[in-house]
């Protein structure tokens, strides 16, 4: 808000726009932007698939499977 006045011309400052908001009982709705946290496209090694979705292994402590390297 104190930006659109600052544009329309009208010098105020943010925390008197802050009080004649909060005496006009009016909040700010602010809206989060999309961040990308996956990067497909990175440079890192890439563990082989050994088990090739094989989740069954057929002796004991033969496959062992993590979520991590």
Do not use: C, H, Q
């Given at each position: 808000?104190?930006?659109a006045l600052d544009?329309?011309?009208?010098a105020i400052?943010?925390?008197r726009v802050a009080r004649l908001m909060r005496k006009a009982h009016l909040?700010?709705?602010l809206t989060r932007?999309?961040?990308n946290t996956t990067d497909s496209a990175h440079?890192?090694?890439?563990?082989?698939?050994?088990?090739d979705r094989a989740f069954?292994?057929?002796?004991?402590?033969?496959a062992?499977?993590?979520?991590?390297l």
């Open positions: 808000v104190t930006k544009m329309a011309g009208i400052s943010r925390p909040r700010s709705k932007r999309f961040v440079a890192y090694k890439v563990a082989p698939n050994l088990l069954e292994p057929r002796m004991i402590n033969r062992w499977v993590s979520d991590s």
